[in-house]
Nanobody, 120 residues
Framework: QVQLVESGGGLVQAGGSLRLSCAAS????????MGWYRQAPGKQRELVAI??????NYADSVKGRFTVSRDNAKNTVYLQMNSLRPEDTAIYYC???????????????WGQGTQVTVSS
């Protein structure tokens, strides 16, 4: 099985920073994309950033403030969040679209989510 384990959420004041981590484990043959989503109460889940082999795209609301990076040796992807705002408050989810070893289909895999709360 493929598992994504997230960490790094918490409570931070507006203007502060947090770094979320997403550690992937399992037999992954190929990854098409890896990204971050978030969901605030009463709202639909929205894309924060998505990383492909060629580029990383960010939602307009986080451009210039959030940065995705990866550590291939640790099979971990990060979301560095700076200049946080109260409207960034949400549960953040790591997501990959990948093919398992021995499989032929792309599948979505999700982390358990980590809460980010930004106080004003």
């Amino acid at each position: 099985q493929v598992q994504l384990v997230e960490s790094g959420g918490g409570l931070v004041q507006a203007g502060g920073s947090l770094r979320l981590s997403c550690a992937a484990s399992g037999n992954i043959f190929s990854t098409n994309a890896m990204g971050w989503y978030r969901q605030a109460p009463g709202k639909q889940r929205e894309l924060v950033a998505i990383m492909t082999s060629g580029t990383t795209n960010y939602a307009d609301s986080v451009k210039g403030r959030f940065t995705v990076s990866r550590d291939n040796a640790k099979n971990t992807v990060y979301l560095q969040m700076n200049s946080l705002r109260p409207e960034d408050t949400a549960i953040y989810y790591c997501n990959i679209k990948a093919i398992r070893s021995g499989s032929y289909l792309y599948e979505d895999f999700w982390g358990q989510g980590t809460q980010v709360t930004v106080s004003s």
